[in-house]
């Protein structure tokens, strides 16, 4: 008994990765690109079928199940104290346009597994357990990433925002949502975010999206923290024209002060010297995208993250600089935006040592890592101790088709997850 983790014995933890593969290649297959590839953009049918999906699993597990305004998916395993604040665990489905089945799929199907693994030993939690599917961890489709953990966390004028963007099909937010069944979406942003004290802990499993672990041959990585990330809009608007008629002198090409900016992002990054500060230029738009036509307009979407908050402030700065400079020279119209610009969040130490004696008990090697990449764990952060599990996955890849997790990393990864809510729920 003396090896036992809160009176449960590691080999007593079943799960059943069989069962997890199956459910992960299903969702999968709701999406709007073919296989391998996924492709599941907030409020598409895609989106909604696995919402129902994700409903039905959790209600088979017994969980009760309720959602909010904006599609929070919520499945609460009651405690015998059900007035302490609860043990929460959960991640995202959606998935950017052609990535693959585990980044947060993973943290949700896993979750749902880690209940069912306790489950099945007899336990019975004194906190209450929930598992949660946030809604839009990922900015494609209106540009405001973590969306619903940012609303749930209360962050101020998401309503103003909300209520002034459009997807690249020019739909706003709320009919959006309407048309996946959530038609308040605006009118109850008020209740969606969580009463103080909801949560005494949150924990999200999730694959590394980098090679750290699988080079170490390492089987858990232990987030202490998640870095800064921010997101620019750049739109540059110049006269267009005739491609063969209009001569080289008189020309203010949206496109070319595009291109720039894009370089100009790359040298800002690369000047600070650090391998910490990235940046990345992932759409550039031409209007009226034809061959023979000078573009008129151009949109680009700017993603620049740090693990050091004012370093990534000040490379912002310098490609807004950038960008007047190149708008002024090249005569073309300016609009910049910052459209996120967040600060990163710290693990809670004591989360930090259940994942580390859950991985111990389990005799799994770990190690200490910083996400660079960004999760709903970032706001959650701010209204409860957050920790976050990582798994190693296939070379590091992910956001593209070849993303891959083997069972056995994934099964540790839910075990050690499944032990960690144990060892909260109990304290
Ligand atoms: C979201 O998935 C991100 O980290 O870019
Ligand atoms: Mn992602
Ligand atoms: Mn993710
Ligand atoms: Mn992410």
């Given amino acids: 008994q003396s090896s036992g983790f809160c009176g449960l014995q590691s080999d007593e933890l079943i799960v059943d990765s069989f069962r997890l593969q199956q459910q992960i290649d299903e969702l999968a297959s709701f999406s709007d690109s073919s296989a391998p590839s996924v492709t599941r953009i907030l409020y598409s049918e895609a989106d909604v079928r696995a919402r129902r999906y994700i409903k039905d699993l959790m209600d088979s597990s017994g969980l009760i199940v309720r959602e909010d305004g ?125 009463k103080e004290d909801t949560y005494a802990a949150f924990v999200e499993l999730h694959i590394e999206q980098g090679p750290i672990l699988e080079e170490e041959g390492i089987a858990i990585g232990i987030v202490t923290a998640i870095a800064a990330p921010a997101s620019l809009k750049v739109d540059f608007r110049g006269d267009g024209g005739h491609a063969g008629a209009v001569l080289m002198p008189s020309r203010n090409d949206a496109g070319l002060a595009a291109a720039e900016l894009a370089l100009a992002v790359e040298k800002h990054v690369l000047e600070t010297q650090s391998a910490d500060t990235v940046g990345t230029t992932g759409v550039l738009e031409l209007y009226p995208g034809a061959v023979n036509s000078i573009p008129s307009a151009a949109h680009i979407e700017i993603d620049i993250r740090d693990i050091d908050e004012q370093r990534r402030n000040s490379v912002i700065q310098h490609i807004k600089v950038s960008a007047s400079e190149i708008a002024t020279r090249r005569h073309v119209h300016l609009d910049f935006q910052i459209v996120t610009q967040d600060p990163p969040a710290a693990s809670s130490q004591k989360i930090v040592k259940a994942i580390e004696s859950a991985s111990q008990q389990l005799g799994l090697t770990s190690k200490h890592m910083i996400s660079r990449a960004y999760h709903d764990s970032l706001f959650m952060a701010r209204v409860s101790p957050m920790g976050m599990i990582f798994i190693p996955c296939y070379r590091g890849y992910s956001h593209r088709p070849d993303e891959f997790a083997s069972r056995e990393d994934l099964s540790n990864g839910i075990k050690v997850l499944a032990l960690s809510l144990l060892a909260l729920s109990s304290d």
Avoid: Q
């Avoid at 993973?106 to 809604?135: C, D, H, Q, Y």
């Avoid at 489709?141 to 209360?154: D, K, P, Y």
């Avoid at 103003?160 to 038609?183: C, Q, T």
């Fill in 70 to 194: 904006v599609g929070n998916i919520f499945g609460r395993w009651e405690g015998s104290d059900s007035m302490a604040p609860a043990i929460a665990t959960g991640s995202h489905t959606d998935a950017i346009p052609f990535s693959g089945k585990y980044d947060g799929v993973v943290g949700v199907l896993g979750a749902i597994e880690a209940i069912n693994a306790l489950n099945r030993t007899g336990f019975k939690p004194r906190r209450s357990l929930e598992v949660i599917m946030f809604t839009s961890e990922e900015p494609t489709r209106f540009g405001i990433s973590c969306l619903g953990s940012r609303l749930l966390a209360g962050l101020p004028n998401m309503k103003s925002s909300l209520e002034r963007v459009v997807d690249k099909d020019n739909i706003s937010f709320p009919d959006a949502a309407a048309i996946a069944g959530y038609e308040f979406a605006l009118e109850t942003l008020l209740e969606v975010p969580l």
